[in-house]
């Protein structure tokens, strides 16, 4: 592959809601190319973007990939994303390193939750975009319903840059608005207007060029001057309105049928973004302290985003980047700006689906891949080592489904740890942790499919079997009164004896306040060497506490009084005099059930508003705050995490797949008495059920 300069390259992101065909766009742009001698198919499992056996056995799309396509002396930079929402992390991480984005819309069912997602996100990042309008060859297809409905949504800057030609099993091509001319075909052939949409091309006509005019002072001018834009002025005012965001040209086309596709290469050319012509990436430079305008320039300081990570338990670790500035070369060593730690650059290679191609250099503007770094994450910046620069990363969403793990077998136990950071480090959306208060380890994740894949993953990738089970909620146990017990342990039976004495206040604490021990010992009752040892014992035993087993927090536990023996008196008495005051104290101040309540924030078509807040209410919700942003409606609201933990589902069975929510801790909160009671009830049943099983063994 050729190396090309940043004014010959476009980075564009194919985006959309999931089964749209993105990927179906992708193989056929590389096929219009020739890189392909043939158009690979999602449902024949031949696509050269999906090529994990995950991919094909679902026929959806759950990694990004990169599939770079050279025609006519540009090189375009195409990464395809997922659409299904639980992989709303590669979506993000696409956008981050693109300059442009092409929204792909089904020509049947229009608008989707995914084609609003994706289009917050792009807002959030100020990239232009581009709408294509797919599968006008299908079926109730019908692009001037979804042409008004995109309207209706995102504005009037939304303009035809085409309309097709025939519909449904008849769609044969498309006219051009801007020169007046049809294309036909695969091979998309010249040919005259069809007579019967002179009228429409140029009603369309006159809506592009009002909307170009706003993009330049000159331009505006002369269209309020009544005076007529020539074609070149509205190829102008096209590429301006474009790249400022005012503008959004439409196009049309059927991505399997091929047709309307190879002028894409054409449009891109003409109209999107170089990454020298974008605003300048901005990083801080940790020496100086201040932030540096990076333009796509080889002559710059060297500075390449890791976007993506692969793990390959043959190859190692894959590597994703874009260059902002610089250039990465063969064979080098450059710095991870995190750390400052050296990285050797081995072979870089442009990807193409799987496909490795080696490549010399990768100037700014570029995108590649380098194999078995040893210390680069998904986030980093490489740089060189005396002008060290940290871009900014990407602002992933915070998990919403979480599952336990379990190993089925003792390998399986052995090889999990491993094998689970590899993963986490390949998917920045996944978080894995131990859940100490209920001895599981969670995987956290988008959804269900989102967690699925990656146990799957681990099978198929690690050689790892690992079960899933809905996890516990990490309730804990706290008290409401204050009390005054004695702790005492005798054992007096032959030889030495033990003893240890205490009288323990307990009083309640704020919540989060933890635990705290302190002594009001007079005239050495307890000696001053012993006090430590009921702190310990008091500390191993609120780990499991008098309801049901779970840790008792919020407390304070004061030693006020005592006694002791000369001789018999020990630490360990003194251990198991506290464990004693713990167990006679506690049932007597009022111990209540605590447990995790979330801040949830809930996005849902306006539509559904009083579902989910009749839902909120059945699952213990407090909802604090409505707003509405657009055709959207917010709900913020506090729940309990028990009440939470598939919301997911829930919430896109409720809303038609539409709703989409936030999650984070918030507070722990008292469980109402009748909820408690059955907590405490499964909790003495399981215990039972453990001590019988250790009385087996």
């Known amino acids: 592959m050729n190396e090309y300069k940043a004014e010959k390259i476009r980075n564009i992101a194919l985006v959309g809601h999931s089964s749209s065909g993105k990927t179906s766009l992708a193989d056929a742009l590389l096929f219009d190319t020739g890189a392909v001698n043939r158009l690979g198919k999602v449902d024949d499992a031949t696509s050269i973007s999906d090529f994990d056996p995950e991919e094909q056995r679902r026929k959806i799309s759950i990694n990004t990939s990169l599939i770079p396509c050279e025609w006519n002396g ?82 009037k800057g939304v303009v035809a840059l085409q309309i097709p030609i025939g519909k449904e099993t008849a769609f044969k091509g498309q006219v051009n608005i801007v020169t007046r001319k049809a294309f036909l075909g695969h091979d998309s052939n010249e040919s005259p207007v069809p007579g019967d949409l002179s009228a429409r091309m140029e009603d369309e006509r006159a809506k592009l060029i009002e909307v170009a005019a706003e993009a330049d002072d000159k331009l505006i001018e ?26 959004i040209p439409v196009l049309c086309g059927s991505a399997t049928q091929n047709i309307g596709i190879p002028y894409l290469f054409k449009f891109l050319a003409d109209y999107a973004p170089s990454p020298a012509e974008v605003t300048p990436a901005v990083a801080h430079n940790p020496a100086t302290k201040q932030d540096e305008k990076l333009t796509a320039s080889e002559a710059g300081p060297l500075a390449a985003f890791v976007f993506k990570t692969m793990a390959d338990p ?152 690992l079960l899933t ?40 604490l704020p919540r ?24 310990k014992g008091m500390r191993e035993i609120m780990g499991k506490g008098v309801l049901a087993g779970f840790p008792t927090v919020d407390f304070r536990a004061v030693l006020y009084d005592g006694s002791y023996h000369a001789v018999d008196s020990s630490e360990i008495a003194f251990k198991l005099a506290a464990h004693k005051a713990f167990k006679t104290g506690i049932p007597q101040a009022g111990p209540v059930l605590i447990e995790p309540v979330m801040d949830v924030v809930i996005t849902v078509p306006e539509q559904f508003m009083g579902d989910v807040i009749g839902d909120l209410n059945t699952k213990r919700g407090r909802v604090q705050g409505m707003d509405q942003k ?32 936030t999650m984070e801790f918030s507070h722990y909160d008292q469980v109402p008495a009748h909820i408690a009671s059955q907590i405490v009830e499964k909790a003495k049943k399981e215990r039972a059920g453990e001590e019988t099983e250790e009385e087996e063994e």
């Open 74 to 155: 540009y090189k375009t930079n195409v990464i395809d994303t997922p659409g299904y929402i639980d992989f709303a992390g590669e979506v993000k991480s696409a956008l981050r390193v693109a300059d442009l984005a092409i929204v792909l819309v089904d020509a049947v069912s229009g608008i989707e939750v995914g084609t609003e997602l994706v289009w917050q996100y792009a807002d959030d990042l100020k990239l232009p975009r581009v709408i294509l309008i797919n599968k006008l060859d299908r079926e109730n297809s019908d692009f001037d319903r979804v042409l008004n409905q995109l309207r209706e949504r995102f504005g």
């Open 222 to 247: 002369k269209f309020i001057g009544g005076e007529e834009l020539t074609e070149d002025e509205i190829r102008l005012g096209l590429k301006l309105g474009l790249r400022s965001g005012t503008l």
């Open 314 to 465: 043959f190859v190692g670790k894959l590597t994703y980047f874009r260059v902002y500035s610089g250039a990465m070369e063969s064979d080098t060593r450059i710095h991870n700006a995190r750390d400052g730690h050296e990285e050797r650059i081995g072979q870089l290679y442009v990807l193409r689906g799987k496909e490795q191609i080696p490549v010399k250099k990768l100037s700014a503007g570029d995108m590649g891949a380098v194999a078995k770094l040893q210390d680069t994450q998904t986030g980093d910046t490489l740089c060189d080592k005396g002008h060290l620069l940290t871009l900014p990363k990407v602002a992933y969403p915070n998990p919403v489904y979480s599952a336990a793990l379990m190993p089925k077998t003792k390998t399986d136990l052995d090889k999990m740890g491993a094998a689970l950071s590899r993963l986490v480090e390949e998917d920045p959306t996944l978080r894995v942790y131990r859940e100490h208060d209920t001895n599981e380890t969670i995987m956290s994740g988008m959804g269900d499919s989102h967690i699925d894949v990656a146990v799957r993953r681990l099978k198929q990738k690690f050689g790892v079997d």
């Open 469 to 508: 089970q809905v996890p516990k909620i990490p309730y804990k146990e706290t008290i409401t009164k204050i009390t005054k017990v004695q702790g005492r342990h005798k054992k007096q039976s032959g030889g030495r004896g033990q003893f240890g004495d205490t009288w323990i206040r307990f009083e309640p």
């Open 512 to 535: 989060n306040a933890g635990f705290e021990f302190t002594e009001e010992v007079f005239g050495g009752s307890v000696p001053n060497s012993f006090i430590p040892a009921v702190e």
């Open 630 to 661: 657009g055709a959207w409606s917010v709900v913020t609201a506090q729940a309990p995490l028990a009440e939470l933990q598939r919301y997911a589902t829930d919430l896109r069975s409720m809303t038609q797949g539409r709703g989409y929510f």
